[in-house]
């Protein structure tokens, strides 16, 4: 398990980006899935940046694991913020125009649709997030 602590900032999505994609990279990440995992951090680490804190910024923890059996990698997205659960967000109804559906869900529901499994738990004062994707 690789881990990266860095503050939960917009400004910092890139680095979390880079570090996964590191260790994506080195067991053969097809390009595909890399792109939606980088979409599913650019989603989920943005989340914690705007609303785990606000108005402040405090800390985020990133963990990559890639498990050989199947070949996957499991990112894991911890913060000690107000305790939120996105899994429990009402999915968007897609058939509506962006203006009958309202703001907000559309990146959860997103996740949703492209990694293999996602989970969420509250423990130890603590959101832990994980997102699984088959490689």
């Known amino acids: 398990m690789n881990e990266l602590s860095v503050d939960a900032a917009v400004d910092n999505i890139e680095i979390v980006t880079d570090f996964v ?3 994506l990279e080195e067991y053969g990440c097809p390009m595909k899935a890399q792109m939606q995992i980088d979409i599913a951090i650019d989603e989920l680490f943005g989340n914690i940046a705007q609303y785990a804190y606000h108005p402040e910024i405090g800390p985020a923890t990133v963990r990559v694991e890639v498990m050989e059996e199947p070949l996957s990698v499991i990112i894991t997205f911890i913060d000690q913020g107000v305790p939120y659960d996105p899994l429990k967000t009402e ?3 897609t058939t509506l125009s962006a203006d009958e559906r309202g703001f907000g869900g559309l990146g959860i529901y997103t996740v949703k649709k492209i990694m293999d499994d996602i989970s969420y738990e509250y423990r130890d004062g603590r959101n ?8």
């Not at 832990?128 to 490689?135: D, G, S, V």
């Open 21 to 23: 994609n590191k260790y």
């Open 128 to 135: 832990i997030l994980r997102i699984r994707k088959n490689m």
């Open 91 to 93: 999915d968007p109804d």
